[in-house]
């Protein structure tokens, strides 16, 4: 009798699927957050949690919804194998109605996945398993994922017709005219001088879709980053084409809040300083990236 009474009190503390999932989810969401102070520790214990339900409950309703937070907490914790796993795993259970409503974004991740580990023979495989997304999770985010399988693949045609087809206003609209910008950046070739000898490529088509990036809306951080990597390309191509007035002008649109392009941009404005003979502000540059960031 006293055993039975443990046993039915402990089956009544017991967390239910659903509670599990939602301390998952709460767990993964707090470590993406900005300026999240225990990412790594939050990531695994959201790992583990999600976990218990995908080996322990895996014929609930639930299963699916935590294979794929699962996934997305081992891809931002960059367990990127472990990552593949689970998305690989969602898209060969796209028939059971569970699992259908992930299958879009998880092949859209196996694309940031082959990227990440510079694994490009695999999207050949990811190509296969887009065919297989309903027409109906077929979005902006697919599409833009499809565009970078092809530019990763320098098959820079079909890269720009995927890119194009993202629509205005999308989540990804800014990311797909950055694209298409480093298509054009990449289909840039040499002019011809008066003497007949070669020189150096013509990026003008590429600074101006660079250029038509920075027109887009900053509304949000990554769009914000995305922007400042736009004015990041047009001060390389100008250093290229030694327009270091120009170049100038680019760098200093990066923004401040950027951290990692802003350093990076100092160092590289100092530089430009340097073609243009102005040393004095080369090592003023200089000087802000070395406060900026002393151990660069």
């Given at each position: 009798g006293s055993v039975q009474s443990v046993v039915q009190r402990t089956q009544s503390q017991l967390v239910t699927v659903e509670q599990r999932l939602a301390n998952g989810e709460l767990l993964y969401r707090t470590a993406v957050a900005p300026n999240s102070k225990s990412?790594?520790?939050?990531?695994?214990?959201?790992?583990?949690?999600?976990?218990?339900?995908?080996?322990?409950?895996?014929?609930t309703?639930?299963?699916?919804?935590?294979?794929?937070?699962?996934?997305?907490?081992?891809?931002?914790?960059?367990?990127?194998?472990?990552?593949?796993?689970?998305?690989?795993?969602?898209?060969?259970?796209?028939?059971?109605?569970?699992?259908?409503?992930?299958?879009?974004?998880?092949?859209?991740?196996l694309v940031d996945v082959a990227i990440r580990l510079q694994d490009f023979a695999s999207l050949d495989e990811v190509f296969q398993k887009m065919n297989q997304v309903p027409p109906s999770q077929v979005d902006a985010a697919l599409t833009y994922a499809r565009g970078k399988a092809y530019y990763?693949?320098?098959?820079?045609?079909?890269?720009?017709?995927?890119?194009?087809?993202?629509?205005?206003?999308?989540?990804?609209?800014?990311?797909?005219?950055?694209?298409?910008?480093?298509?054009?950046m990449k289909e840039a070739k040499p002019e011809t001088g008066a003497s007949g000898t070669a020189q150096k490529a013509n990026y003008r088509p590429a600074i101006e879709a660079f250029r038509a990036v920075t027109d887009l809306p900053p509304d949000t951080e990554e769009h914000r980053h995305v922007i400042d990597l736009?004015?990041?390309?047009?001060?390389?191509?100008?250093?290229?084409?030694?327009?270091?007035?120009?170049?100038?002008?680019?760098?200093?649109?990066v923004g401040r809040d950027d951290k990692a392009e802003f350093d990076t941009m100092l160092y590289e404005l100092a530089w430009t300083f340097v073609r243009l003979g102005d040393v004095q502000r080369a090592e003023r540059a200089l000087e802000v990236l070395s406060i900026s960031n002393p151990e660069s």
């Amino acid at each position: 009798g006293s055993v039975q009474s443990v046993v039915q009190r402990t089956q009544s503390q017991l967390v239910t699927v659903e509670q599990r999932l939602a301390n998952g989810e709460l767990l993964y969401r707090t470590a993406v957050a900005p300026n999240s102070k225990s990412r790594a520790e939050d990531l695994a214990r959201a790992e583990l949690v999600l976990s218990e339900i995908v080996e322990g409950f895996p014929d609930t309703r639930n299963a699916s919804d935590a294979m794929f937070l699962r996934g997305e907490s081992y891809y931002a914790g960059e367990e990127y194998l472990s990552a593949r796993r689970d998305y690989r795993t969602i898209v060969d259970k796209g028939n059971d109605p569970r699992y259908q409503q992930y299958v879009g974004r998880a092949v859209a991740r196996l694309v940031d996945v082959a990227i990440r580990l510079q694994d490009f023979a695999s999207l050949d495989e990811v190509f296969q398993k887009m065919n297989q997304v309903p027409p109906s999770q077929v979005d902006a985010a697919l599409t833009y994922a499809r565009g970078k399988a092809y530019y990763f693949k320098k098959d820079y045609a079909n890269a720009n017709s995927s890119f194009a087809s993202v629509p205005n206003g999308a989540l990804y609209t800014h990311q797909a005219r950055y694209f298409q910008a480093l298509v054009r950046m990449k289909e840039a070739k040499p002019e011809t001088g008066a003497s007949g000898t070669a020189q150096k490529a013509n990026y003008r088509p590429a600074i101006e879709a660079f250029r038509a990036v920075t027109d887009l809306p900053p509304d949000t951080e990554e769009h914000r980053h995305v922007i400042d990597l736009a004015w990041m390309a047009m001060g390389r191509l100008f250093y290229e084409m030694e327009q270091y007035q120009q170049a100038v002008e680019m760098y200093n649109h990066v923004g401040r809040d950027d951290k990692a392009e802003f350093d990076t941009m100092l160092y590289e404005l100092a530089w430009t300083f340097v073609r243009l003979g102005d040393v004095q502000r080369a090592e003023r540059a200089l000087e802000v990236l070395s406060i900026s960031n002393p151990e660069s």
